[in-house]
Nanobody
Framework: QAQLVESGGGLVQAGGSLRLSCAAS????????MGWFRQAPGKEREFVAR????????YYADSVKGRFTISRDNAKNMVDLQMNSLKPEDTAVYYC???????????????WGQGTLVTVSS
């Protein structure tokens, strides 16, 4: 059974950094594109970043470009999201997801983690 488990969330001051990790198991996730999404209270889930199965291609939402970096280690079945220069508007539950094509919409992804909360204080 496929499983994605996020970790690394927490409380950080504005301008600080956090590194989120996503551990994948139960499938050959090296065959899948991986993405990070987030959902703030009262808002829809939105795309943050994605990475191709090989790690050779990445794509970011404009709101995080230049501040966040997505990476993966297929040997360890791990995907990370390094978040720098955090802003209060980055506060959300962050989800990792796996899909065949790795688009920017939630329906592009088959498997989802349970999420990890990131809170950025001003």
């Amino acid at each position: 059974q496929a499983q994605l488990v996020e970790s690394g969330g927490g409380l950080v001051q504005a301008g600080g950094s956090l590194r989120l990790s996503c551990a994948a198991s139960g499938r050959t996730f090296s065959n899948y594109a991986m993405g990070w999404f987030r959902q703030a209270p009262g808002k829809e889930r939105e795309f943050v970043a994605r990475i191709s199965w090989s790690g050779g291609r990445t794509y970011y939402a404009d709101s995080v470009k230049g501040r966040f970096t997505i990476s993966r280690d297929n040997a360890k079945n791990m995907v990370d999201l390094q978040m720098n220069s955090l802003k209060p508007e980055d506060t959300a539950v962050y989800y990792c997801a796996a899909g065949a094509t790795g688009g920017t919409e939630t329906y592009h992804y088959y498997y989802w983690g349970q999420g990890t909360l990131v809170t950025v204080s001003s």
